[in-house]
T-cell receptor
Framework: NAGVMQNPRHLVRRRGQEARLRCSPM?????VYWYRQLPEEGLKFMVY????????ESGMPKERFSAEFPKEGPSILRIQQVVRGDSAAYFC?????????????FGPGTRLTVL | GENVEQHPSTLSVQEGDSAVIKCTYS??????FPWYKQELGKGPQLIID?????GEKKDQRIAVTLNKTAKHFSLHITETQPEDSAVYFC????????????FGSGTQLTVLP
């Protein structure tokens, strides 16, 4: 059973370009979280999605950032018109859903560098 | 929202000694308390977790203790080994609808051979 997969692992963009980060959850998992990690810091929640639904996007900047989790295919985190401050590691985590708590399994992350 | 504080920020121990990391949280409705280990260049890996109806849980050399009254939980690693060197994060779950993890600032553990 493959774990959470993310690609690309490293992404370099120039200011003003778009960045697309992809996340494939573990098999059987229908819930995905995206987190951002700045250097020397803990991960910060961005958005929580189920298949075809955004459940909570309270941690995501209102502009330039969007996320989706279509019925088929991976979850996508999209950053438009990137700026240097977007440079960070972006992690997705998946869980099976349901229950009173959720054990989240993390992918290896995408390290975005904005030049 | 949840406020999480983790101490210490760095910890160096001799191989074979024990290490203890403490995490305090603010949301009294939190009911799930995991610890994650993050190695350089990798994603966080769940190493142990505890639910609010249990005070202690142990898995070989790793244990977690929970004090819900005081709103803190601790990670205990015994007989430390060099491969235990990593950054450790506590991440109590929020009581909100998203049930997202709120990460502490991390503890850099170095096990000296």
């Amino acid at each position: 059973n493959a774990g959470v997969m993310q690609n690309p692992r490293h992404l370099v963009r120039r200011r003003g370009q778009e960045a697309r980060l992809r996340c494939s959850p573990m098999k059987g998992h229908s819930h995905v979280y995206w987190y951002r990690q700045l250097p020397e810091e803990g991960l910060k929640f961005m958005v929580y999605l189920q298949k075809e639904n955004i459940i909570d996007e309270s941690g995501m900047p209102k502009e330039r950032f969007s996320a989706e989790f279509p019925k088929e295919g991976p979850s996508i985190l999209r950053i438009q018109q990137v700026v240097r401050g977007d440079s960070a590691a972006y992690f997705c985590a998946s869980h099976v859903g349901g229950g009173s708590y959720n054990e989240q399994f993390f992918g290896p992350g995408t390290r975005l560098t904005v030049l | 929202g949840e406020n999480v504080e983790q101490h210490p920020s760095t910890l160096s121990v001799q191989e074979g000694d024990s290490a203890v990391i403490k995490c305090t949280y603010s949301d009294s409705a939190s009911n799930y308390f995991p610890w994650y280990k993050q190695e350089l260049g990798k994603g966080p890996q769940l190493i142990i977790d505890i639910r609010s109806n249990v005070g202690e849980k142990k898995d070989q050399r790793i244990a977690v203790t929970l004090n819900k009254t005081a709103k803190h939980f601790s990670l205990h690693i015994t007989e430390t080994q060099p491969e235990d060197s990593a950054v450790y994060f506590c991440a109590p779950i929020s009581s909100g609808s998203a049930r997202q993890l709120t990460f502490g600032s991390g503890t850099q553990l170095t096990v000296l051979p």
